[in-house]
């Protein structure tokens, strides 16, 4: 969106669907970028109030008093044009910044909608799991209709995101792919994918890639590793065996840093 963009005065508001990786993406600028925040969480369908009064559909929202970022992109972008340059998510090199671009596009476009259709698949069916992973600190209400509307919501959102067995099986097989990739990236001993600094490449690498690794300091987990279904176990063991899995292990490692 266009915006007159100021230093802001009053914390942002950052509305999320808590587990969501896209979510986390945003949640994750904001804290290395040291922006103060209050975050607005909401269970799903109830975030569609939510983000509806800032016509949008999706989380995250990013509210601030030069406007309203309806798209975890724009809410990083948004972000990087008002901090110093030394902090800023996309180098200031323009061969750099279009690498960094470009990657952040793959990871958009095919890693977040693979790791999460592959994860839900494995604990959709476990109401338990799935209570935990919508409910983390949502309006009392939200939890309270919870068990009400969780069937609903859930064949909704197997719809809506094409979650089944054969598209759990092509989704792991796309986590792969776009793993080789990074796995090819970082041969080369690197420390970051693009340049010598962590960018917003590194940052939705890790954090769209969080649902296949499950890096013990995600601010979202809530369900201990050991409680998993053994699937979803060995195949995240799986990943975090891979340069690319001990990767985003490393960058949470850090991530408050
Ligand atoms: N392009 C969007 C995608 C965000 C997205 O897919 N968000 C999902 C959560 S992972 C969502 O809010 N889905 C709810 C819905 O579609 O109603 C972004 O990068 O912000």
């Known amino acids: 969106m266009k915006t007159t963009i100021k230093t802001p005065t009053k914390p942002f508001c950052l509305i999320t669907i808590p587990i969501s990786n896209y979510c986390e993406k945003a949640r994750w600028a904001l804290n290395k970028l ?3 925040y209050v975050e607005e969480r909401h269970t799903p369908p109830f975030h569609l109030l939510a983000t509806s ?3 949008g559909k999706t989380t995250p929202i990013l509210v601030t008093e030069a406007g309203t970022f309806i798209d975890s992109t724009e809410i990083l972008k948004y972000l990087d044009s008002i901090v110093p340059s030394d902090a800023k998510l996309y180098p200031t090199n323009p061969k750099q910044c279009q690498e960094v671009e470009k990657l952040e596009n793959l990871f958009n476009s095919q890693l977040g909608p693979a790791t999460r259709c592959w994860g839900y698949f494995q604990v959709m069916n476990d109401y338990k799991i ?3 992973r919508w409910c983390h600190d949502v309006p009392f209400l939200e939890r309270a209709l919870f068990p009400i ?16 067995p054969e598209s759990a099986v092509q989704a792991y ?3 792969q792919i776009i793993f080789e990739q990074v796995n090819k990236l970082l041969a080369d001993g690197r420390t970051y994918l ?3 600094k962590f960018s917003a490449a590194d940052l939705t690498f890790a954090a769209l890639a969080a649902p296949a690794i499950q890096p013990s300091e995600h601010p979202m987990r809530n369900v201990s590793y050991q409680d998993l279904p053994p699937k979803l176990i060995s195949g995240i063991n799986e990943f975090r065996k891979t340069p690319a899995g001990d990767f985003v292990l490393r960058l949470y490692r850090d991530r408050n840093n």
């Open 194 to 196: 693009v340049g010598d």
């Open 53 to 55: 009064r800032f016509g």
């Open 34 to 36: 040291k922006f103060p």
């Open 130 to 132: 799935m209570q935990s």
């Open 149 to 164: 509307v969780f069937p609903v919501t859930r064949s909704l959102a197997q719809r809506k995101l094409n979650i089944n």
């Open 173 to 175: 097989d796309k986590i």
